[in-house]
């Protein structure tokens, strides 16, 4: 029996329709599926637009879409340097135990590493035991003394609105 053909490629506009299917996928396992509102329109402008927000790696499996990572530039005050965050991480199911997340984990951080940047850091669910367990296998630390805070909504409207 022959392995599968596991290849990661950057997402190209025409990916736009499977990058969110991976996003509902991901935001069903989450719970958040109520929450994943976002258009094909609005995705294409924003990875593939005059001012890209994110970049998006596929893997794929004998060719088929299996999994993604999208990730973004920000900014370490401390160290003085961009990092890479990654917003998103999955690999659907039936493509699981092949390796693919400890993959695409392994070309963010090369890319980080070409890129000149200072850190990698992502979120995670805290209850999402599988997924912490495998970044921890990865080398990760958790920063438990932060917690994410977050505006949105009309919550972000009003402030902004304000003096």
């Known amino acids: 029996m022959n392995a599968p053909a596991i290849a990661l490629r950057p997402a190209t506009r025409t990916d736009v329709p499977q990058i969110l299917g991976f996003i509902r996928e991901l935001a069903e396992y989450e719970k958040l599926a109520h929450e994943a509102v976002a258009t094909e329109a609005g995705m294409s402008e924003q990875l593939f637009g005059a001012h890209p927000a994110a970049e998006v790696v596929i893997a794929e499996v004998d060719g088929q879409p299996a999994g993604f990572a999208l990730f973004f530039q920000n900014f370490s005050t401390f160290l003085g340097l961009p990092g890479l965050y990654l917003e998103d991480l999955f690999v659907r199911p039936q493509y699981r135990g092949l390796g693919l997340g400890r993959r695409l984990m392994a070309h963010l951080a090369r890319l980080a590493v070409e890129r000149g940047y200072g850190r990698f850091e992502w979120s995670v669910l805290d209850w999402n035991a599988p ?33």
């Open 131 to 163: 997924a912490i367990g495998f970044y921890r296998s990865l080398g990760a630390v958790g920063q438990d003394e932060w917690t994410v805070q977050r505006l949105s909504g009309a919550a972000l409207l009003a402030l902004a609105e304000s003096q």
